[in-house]
């Protein structure tokens, strides 16, 4: 199972940037999935995350500005990212709960993608 993350990269303040997370290999689906970001210096932060009804959740301070989604048939996920600012600076990965055959639903990440916004 690989997860490959792309989509990130340098824009300015304001600007917006659509990170998607890609999962290949012999899997059944994708379930839940969430996407994280740190910061230098900062601890791993919980971003937004969408659960196996579709339900989503946000931290606060992207509300309103970040929008998670995936398409199960295209096993990739997304995280939609608006009004960006210069605090969103980080390093984003994805995290995704995968079925596979004859093992138990387990959570993988993904590599990482750098997200950079100048003010």
Not at 16 to 33: D, P, Q
Not at 39 to 51: D, F, I, M, T
Not at 55 to 74: C, E, L, M, N, P
Not at 83 to 102: F, H
Request: glycine share 10%.
């Amino acid at each position: 199972v690989q997860l490959v993350e792309s989509g990130g990269g340098l824009v300015q303040a304001g600007g917006s940037l659509r990170l998607s997370c890609e999962v290949s290999g012999r899997i059944l689906t994708i379930h839940a999935m969430e996407w994280y970001r740190q910061a230098p210096g900062k601890q791993r932060e919980l971003v937004a995350s969408v659960n196996n009804n579709g339900i989503t959740d946000y931290v606060d301070s992207v509300k309103g500005r970040f929008s998670i989604s995936r398409d199960i048939a295209k096993r990739t996920g997304y995280l939609q990212m608006n009004s960006l600012k210069s605090e969103d600076t980080a390093v984003y990965y994805c995290n995704v709960v995968i079925w596979r055959v004859g093992v138990p639903p387990d959570a993988y990440w993904g590599q990482g993608t750098q997200v950079t916004v100048s003010s």
